[in-house]
């Protein structure tokens, strides 16, 4: 479950033990997160409840096996098999506590290099088609939801002082909302009816939007990273966990730098 106010992409934050603050609650009973998110609906907030296919313990789990293999995604394709697998292992490998947009997207950055070097050494030749297919649409749909982030980001940071300025605020939301679903049904329609995105564009708002930032905000910088590494895995590690050990607006602009350096570089 994931909750944000009606005009901004923060996500609201839950402190745990282990994970410190994070922008999500997770449920194993999704009658307990739906009466969660019907109290925070009431108090004004956006909600998002989804199902997650698989998660990570960070390690604590590997005295009893490791993470479960669960029948949610076990029967997925080969390249999103492994995808899936890279991205929790990730989470094993470095874990920022109260630094949700940090992990997420190095996990996601695992997944998107750690998946195609293992198609392209393992996969069928099927398993690279297949997934070539799935990994274009989900570029293009993401591109779709990064482009209507960044708008209703723009609509958030005007200022709205007058009930003029608050309805304003309101329409212009709206009709952002409104061109994203147009915009979907031609993707749809590119894709022959393909309808795998159907349910989060149904559910979209500031929570999904939000969610969706920390899996993807930082995701071209931490492949910039890789690339200034060599591609070389160990070094790579290595230097996302001196990012780490820095406080976290400071990581944040150290990240960004690097995708700057690296356009200039290949410009």
Not at 2 to 14: I, R
Not at 43 to 67: C, F, K, R
Not at 97 to 121: H, K, Y
Not at 183 to 201: E, I, P, S
Request: hydrophobic residues 40%; aromatic residues 12%.
């Amino acid at each position: 479950m994931v909750a944000a106010p009606e005009f901004s992409l923060t996500l609201k934050t839950w402190c745990v033990p282990l994970l410190g603050c994070v922008g999500y609650r997770g449920y194993f009973d999704e009658a307990d997160a739906r009466q969660e998110a019907a109290r925070l609906k009431a108090e004004g907030l956006e909600v998002n409840v989804y199902g997650v296919p698989a998660y990570s313990t960070l390690g604590w789990m590997n005295w009893a096996g490791g993470d479960p293999l669960l029948n949610t995604f076990v029967a997925y394709p080969e390249g999103e098999l492994a995808r899936i697998i890279f991205h929790e292992l990730a989470h094993q490998v470095l874990y920022v506590q109260g630094d949700t947009m940090f992990n997420e997207s190095f996990a996601t950055a695992v997944e998107r290099l750690g998946g195609e070097m293992w198609l392209a050494r393992y996969g069928s030749a099927q398993a690279r088609g297949d997934y070539a297919d799935f990994d274009a649409r989900r570029r293009k749909f993401r591109a779709l939801e990064r482009l209507t982030r960044d708008r209703l980001g723009e609509i958030y940071r005007i200022p709205a002082t007058t009930p003029a300025d608050q309805l304003a605020r309101s329409q212009q939301k709206a009709a952002t909302m409104q061109e994203f679903q147009d915009r979907y049904t031609q993707l749809k329609q590119n894709w022959g009816g393909y309808a795998g995105y159907d349910r989060w564009v149904a559910d979209a708002n500031n929570a999904g939007f939000g969610a969706q930032a920390a899996y993807d905000e930082l995701v071209p910088a931490f492949e910039a990273l890789f690339e200034r590494e060599g591609r070389r895995w160990p070094a790579f590690y290595d230097a996302v966990r001196r990012l780490a050990d820095l406080p976290r607006a400071e990581r944040t602009r150290a990240l960004q730098q690097i995708t700057v350096t690296l356009e200039k570089h290949s410009g």
